[in-house]
């Protein structure tokens, strides 16, 4: 019987240790990563690490890179936040994000009875934002950083010149968004051409644009040839942008939202980005609730997250704003007892009807159509980064002097409080078109402390879903216990309080469990959601080495040393 007792002692010894060999892990390095929506971002942002150059000369090397590789999303034209904790737990944040032009009007969108008019907020000039990425760059490397500015972009120019290849994705993107191209572009672009799978794409125009920005720095882009080039192609193709929008672009550093769930430390980017306090509300409602005992994507799980969803999302669209136009109640919107009092009416019976948390129907449209990237250098610092020109490939609007594809984050604004926008998002006087004003974002670049130590770094494109793609990663690892590709890669879910419905990812959730939440009265949706999110993050091992996460929805790469 002792024998017996021993073998199966040691069987299931045996069986712990192959579950631990089936798990799947993502790159593992020693020294420092880069993940990021392209390889050769990746590869350059990791080179500048092997340098010497600390995380922000790596963070600035691949956005650039990404600008190049990615014009999808990656740019010069658009903009972004970050934030970042250094090795000794200093954290901060930069709002680099596109503002509205000075001539920009409160009801530039609307036609003369008031009616949003259709594709001017979202094609073509009229729908570009001042961009603010190379200003968040230079704002960065004043502050921050330690190899020289024309160190870090050598490479990215030698990018340019050589050309990108083409991926699989990349060529189905680029025939996806040809008809838009030839709609709002006056004369045939780069991207008209029928561009396969392994044909290398060049960009000489680029590279001479970031040889200027190279050699004068943030007045490489925002005065002189450039800002002329650029202010004069807006205006010939109906934009208002002027060479004194261009000028008076400033980068602004943020103070982070910071709040606790469990024993994590959660440092996620604050308004415009409503990304910090959205994921703060959520996690605030669900962490009453033994989530890890009710299972990884269960019926029980999917309710109390849907749930808290539905709640942050209709004050998302209530609330915030550019804080430097409108009050927010931070504070109150991310305490525990307003966590308490908005899931009072929860039940695990029945879902809380949207219509009754605020009256209004919208359409949804899913988007994946920006960028993130997470890197950490052999130092310990950390960055999340996300960036985008809001649609895909922006307004569609390329100018072929500089080699770049512009913006349309106008849309983000409210263009008509209680109407949608592109991603189906509703909006309120709070987030109203003003001049230079700040539009809202759901980007939520994020990094996490665990016992006072660095955890995690991570952020995903998705548009609206970009909040709920964070959290259920997150959720994944801490609750559930996955790897960080393991977290990454599993299914996931959304809901945004309108139209009241859970976005499902098709033939990932199971018939039964979709049957039993359609028995309890939620509406699914797996038709409409081919992909949300693509998260890229890093995990700090217990033995302090490095797993990337790099989402395999996407041509997302981990390069680490």
Avoid at 103 to 114: E, F, P, R, V
Avoid at 324 to 340: C, G, H, Q, R, T
Avoid at 406 to 422: I, R, T
């Amino acid at each position: 019987m002792k024998y017996s007792i021993f073998y199966i002692f040691l069987f299931l010894i045996a069986c712990k240790d192959q579950d631990k060999a089936l798990r799947k892990v993502g790159l593992i390095a020693k020294h420092a990563m880069v993940v990021s929506a392209r390889v050769e971002a990746s590869q350059i942002g990791s080179d500048i690490l092997k340098k010497g150059g600390n995380v922000f000369d790596a963070m600035i090397a691949t956005e650039f890179a990404l600008a190049v590789a990615y014009p999808y999303a990656g740019n010069l034209g658009g903009g972004g936040f970050m934030v970042y904790r250094t090795n000794s737990g200093d954290i901060g944040a930069i709002d680099y994000r596109e503002k509205a032009p000075i001539a920009a009007t409160k009801n530039m969108y609307l036609d003369s009875i008031g009616n949003v008019i259709p594709e001017k907020s979202t094609l073509g000039a009229l729908a570009v934002g001042v961009p603010g990425t190379v200003a968040g760059m230079f704002a960065i490397h004043e502050k921050f950083g330690s190899l020289p500015i024309n160190v870090i972009l050598r490479p990215v120019i030698e990018l340019a010149y050589k050309g990108v290849v083409v991926t699989q994705k990349q060529e189905d993107r680029i025939k996806k968004y040809q008809p838009l191209f030839l709609k709002t572009n006056k004369d045939s672009i780069k991207f008209n051409r029928p561009w396969k799978t392994n044909d290398t794409i060049k960009y000489p125009e680029l590279a001479k644009t970031l040889e200027r920005i190279s050699m004068y720095g943030k007045d490489g882009f925002y005065k002189g040839k450039t800002a002329k080039l650029l202010s004069s192609f807006i205006q010939s193709n109906g934009g208002i942008i002027s060479q004194e929008d261009l000028a008076k672009y400033k980068a602004i550093w943020r103070s982070p939202i910071i709040f606790n769930y469990d024993d994590l430390k959660i440092i996620s980017m604050s308004p415009p980005a409503s990304g910090g306090i959205c994921l703060a509300q959520i996690m605030k409602m669900i962490e009453p609730f033994p989530i890890h005992e009710y299972g990884h994507n269960s019926l029980k799980s999917i309710q109390v997250i849907t749930e808290a969803e539905r709640r942050a999302y209709a004050d998302r669209s209530f609330f915030l704003g550019d804080p430097d136009f409108v009050e927010i109640p931070i504070k109150n919107l991310i305490s525990e007892d307003y966590a308490k009092q908005r899931m009072q009416s929860f039940s695990f019976n029945k879902p809380t009807l949207s219509s009754d948390l605020e009256h209004g129907t919208i359409d949804f449209i899913e988007s994946d159509e920006t960028t993130h990237y997470s890197i950490i250098d052999r130092f310990g610092n950390a960055i999340a980064a996300t960036t985008t020109l809001n649609g895909a490939y922006g307004s569609k609007l390329y100018c072929k002097e500089l080699g770049f594809f512009l913006n349309n984050e106008m849309d983000d604004f409210s263009s008509k409080p209680g109407s949608p926008n592109m991603f189906g998002l509703l909006g309120a006087e709070a987030n109203s078109i003003a001049p230079e004003k700040r539009m809202l974002s759901s980007m939520t670049p994020t990094i996490i402390e665990k016992q006072g130590a660095l955890y995690m770094t991570l952020g995903t494109p998705g548009g609206s879903t970009i909040i709920t793609s964070v959290l259920q990663t997150i959720l994944n690892v801490h609750e559930y216990k996955m790897s960080m590709q393991e977290a990454v890669d599993a299914p996931r879910f959304h809901h945004q309080w309108l139209p009241d419905e859970i976005r499902m990812e098709p033939n990932a959730f199971n018939k039964r469990l979709i049957n039993d939440l359609n028995d309890k009265g939620y509406k699914t949706n797996q038709k409409d959601s081919p992909i949300i999110g693509k998260v890229d993050g890093i995990l700090v091992l217990q033995d302090k080495r490095y797993e990337g996460g790099a989402d395999h929805r996407g041509d997302d790469t981990a390069v680490g040393f």
